[in-house]
């Protein structure tokens, strides 16, 4: 079973930055993802890295401005979020399958087997 930790999300003011962690463990990741809630709305995939290979997709409207990493020695992947935007407000959280997701679904919820608690992250203007 896998288990994902995440860090403690904050708030920002428009413009600033913030770097979320996901630490795994307990089990085989071979794809590993960003996702995002915001209140009233479907949970959106942010961004994805296939842990062989480093393979790395972004949804567009985080293109630039968000970066994903991983150390693989911590096994922990990360999600930096620069120049935040208030409509980037909402709970993150970190999702993880031991499959390589096929790219055209890659930021598609229901791939990931494994989810961790989600983070709030809040930007305010």
């Known amino acids: 079973q896998v288990r994902l930790v995440e860090s403690e999300g904050g708030s920002v003011a428009a413009g600033g930055s913030l770097k979320l962690s996901c630490g795994f463990s307990?089990?085989?990741?071979?794809?590993m993802a960003w996702f995002r809630q915001a209140p009233g709305k479907e949970r959106e995939g942010v961004g994805c890295?296939?842990?062989?290979?480093?393979?790395?997709q972004y949804t567009d409207s985080v293109k630039g401005r968000f970066t994903i990493s991983l150390n693989s020695a911590r096994n922990t992947v990360y999600l930096q979020m620069d120049n935040l935007k208030e409509e980037d407000t909402a709970i993150y959280y970190c999702?993880?399958?031991?499959?390589?997701?096929?790219?055209?679904?890659?930021?598609?919820?229901?791939?990931?087997?494994?989810w961790g608690q989600g983070t709030q992250v809040t930007v305010s203007s």
């Open positions: 307990g089990g085989y990741v071979a794809s």
């Open positions: 890295i296939y842990i062989i290979g480093g393979l790395i």
């Open positions: 999702a993880a399958t031991p499959l390589a997701v096929h790219w055209d679904v890659n930021l598609q919820p229901s791939q990931y087997r494994y």
